[in-house]
């Protein structure tokens, strides 16, 4: 039979207007929290990052949201420009001892419409 | 900084033969990573090194996998033999003592 593969959220926005991509983590231990973004044929690129011992962090155009009570994460992109366009990764850390594992979310696709 | 490097970039076999994938982790980084990622099951944890020691690889898929790392600045996963269900692509990240990992741009493995 077919082989089904991940079923990826997709957002669309119109260029200019600002994004927002959410992530819900299953671990109430992690406490070290990442974006990527991974355009078609590439590697996962580094975004953001943030701790749990803060709720928002701004870098440059993106900003990162962190609900520890719902175990929530949510990446803001403003001004969203074609070049957004790509899947966006979470991705959370426990952070025990040297462990340095990441466990990748399923990814959404961001497209940016003209 | 050249990023981390990774070859081949494409490679196509036939099922049952061996292959080897490369990476070259950015410079001064202490932790490698290989994954592997498929349309079927996202982005996987394969096993990582810290300081050219192997620390898990409970994510290697089964013995026809293995990963090695013999010095700070080189490893390289083989699977043999490989299988159909072995395409994929598969990307080697390293980091250092931060734990954001830096990602390479990955080998697109194809077995038929």
């Known amino acids: 039979g077919e082989s089904v593969g991940l079923h990826l959220p997709t957002l669309s926005v119109q260029e200019g207007d600002n994004s927002i991509i959410n992530c819900a983590y299953s671990n109430s231990a992690s406490d070290y929290f990442i974006w990527y973004k991974q355009e078609s044929g590439k590697g996962p690129q580094f975004i953001i990052d943030i701790r749990s011992n803060m709720d928002k962090r701004q870098g440059q155009r993106v900003t990162v949201l962190l609900n520890k009570t719902v175990k929530h994460l949510s990446l803001q992109i403003a001004a969203t420009q074609p070049g957004d366009s790509a899947v966006y990764f979470c991705?959370?850390?426990?952070?025990?001892?040297?462990?340095?594992?990441?466990?990748f979310g399923s990814g959404t696709q961001l497209t940016v419409l003209p | 900084d050249a990023g981390v490097i990774q070859s081949p970039r494409h490679e196509v076999t036939e099922m049952g033969q061996e292959v080897t994938l490369r990476c070259k982790p950015i410079s001064g980084h202490n932790s490698l990573f290989w994954y592997r990622q498929t349309m079927m099951r996202g982005l996987e944890l394969l096993i990582y090194f810290n300081n050219n020691v192997p620390i898990d690889d409970s994510g290697m898929p089964e013995d026809r996998f293995s990963a090695k790392m013999p010095n700070a600045s080189f490893s390289t996963l083989k699977i043999q033999p490989s299988e159909p269900r072995d395409s994929a692509v598969y990307f080697c990240?390293?980091?250092?003592?931060?734990?954001?990992?830096?990602f390479g741009p990955g080998t697109r493995l194809t077995v038929t």
């Open positions: 990240a390293s980091t250092e003592a931060r734990r954001e990992q830096y």
């Open positions: 991705a959370e850390n426990e952070g025990r001892g040297s462990a340095r594992q990441l466990t």
